[in-house]
């Protein structure tokens, strides 16, 4: 099993940045794709950016240029910093890994308001 413990979300003015944090514990081995992502009222979860443990990088196409993912192993933490924030990127922000068995693990979710 794999825990996750998300942080950094909040209110936040459009055009503001904020730094997500997501701390993984417990059975790690065969990690390999740590990512975010969220969900809106209406909408289906989507993704927002992932990386790998290689540190490839994939972004969704409405954060591209504005969100950097980030990860740390020593610390088994991944990070999303987010830049130039609009009101649609407002939602419910969740943390994933994925394993090499293709187990994948969620965090509780952190909610991300930006206001216009």
């Known amino acids: 099993q794999v825990q996750l413990v998300e942080s950094g979300g909040g209110l936040v003015q459009a055009g503001g940045s904020l730094r997500l944090a997501c701390a993984a514990s417990?059975?790690?081995?065969?990690?390999?794709?740590m990512g975010w992502y969220r969900q809106t009222p209406g909408k289906e979860r989507e993704l927002v950016a992932s990386?790998?443990?290689?540190?490839?990088?994939a972004y969704g196409d409405s954060v591209k240029g504005r969100f950097t993912i980030s990860r740390d192993n020593a610390k088994n933490t991944v990070y999303l910093q987010m830049n130039s924030l609009k009101p649609e990127d407002t939602g419910v922000y969740y943390c994933s890994v994925l394993n090499s068995l293709l187990s994948r693990y969620w965090g509780q979710g952190t909610q991300v308001t930006v206001s216009s």
């Open positions: 990386i790998t443990s290689g540190g490839t990088t």
């Open positions: 417990g059975s790690m081995f065969g990690i390999n794709v």
